[in-house]
């Protein structure tokens, strides 16, 4: 069945969209034009102006997008654990990627034209949220190297230092969270699902 086609037909009702980054908003808006409603996989847009085509072309509830991180129940058990850190600090996200790898019996690679930051960043902002549900930058600095295969951000959020190092053609996946609280520190590495995480020690 051809695209237009699914699109006309009153009996789908949803549009999964899962194609290359740079397709993404063109596709949900398309469905969402449609009437359908859509699940658009991240990054949901590569500009301002193409997420806020998709925003206004959406009701509320009709489109969303796959932040899986806010749903993993290994980085909501850390989180638990980590309140006995008290008021955070500073949150550091370490999240490294090889240029090609086999997760989920899949070889999984990357647009290397596309800068690793909208392509990595919708997940950190996940985790971010996890920890600092007021997270919003009240002030950010980005640097992006290597053509944007490496991309170091500090920021603040609310009242918390933030740090982020996201690369690509690394030797190997690395997910890493560092907690500084006011009555210590933590650590959870899930690099390999669920992970390891550390706690005062």
């Known amino acids: 069945c051809h695209f237009d086609d699914a699109l006309a037909r009153a009996d789908i009702e949803l549009v999964l969209v899962a194609r290359s980054a740079r397709e993404n908003a063109g596709t949900a808006l398309a469905a969402l034009r449609a009437g359908k409603r859509v699940f658009v996989e991240k990054p949901f847009a590569l500009s301002e ?34 309140k006995a850190l008290g008021k955070l600090t500073r ?36 985790v971010l949220r996890l ?32 740090n982020v190092k996201i690369a690509r053609d690394t030797s190997s996946r690395q997910r890493v969270i560092r907690l500084v609280g006011e009555n210590g520190r933590a650590s959870l590495d899930f690099s390999k699902e669920p992970g390891q995480a550390e706690i005062n020690g």
Not at 102 to 110: N, P, V
Not at 112 to 124: G, V
Not at 138 to 154: C, P, Y
């Open 49 to 82: 102006a193409s997420a806020l085509q998709v925003v206004h072309a959406s009701a509320p509830g009709q489109c969303v997008t796959g932040l899986v991180f806010l749903f993993a129940p290994n980085l909501h058990r850390f989180r638990d654990q980590a």
């Open 131 to 162: 920890f600092e549900p007021r997270a919003r930058f009240d002030q950010i600095k980005a640097i992006s190297e290597a053509g944007g295969r490496m991309v170091t951000l500090d920021a603040r959020l609310a009242d918390t230092q933030a």
């Open 91 to 126: 949150i550091e996200v370490e999240w490294l990627d090889p240029a090609s790898e086999i997760r989920y019996s899949e070889t999984k690679s990357y647009d290397p034209s596309l800068n690793c930051l909208p392509d990595s960043f919708p997940h950190i902002w996940s």
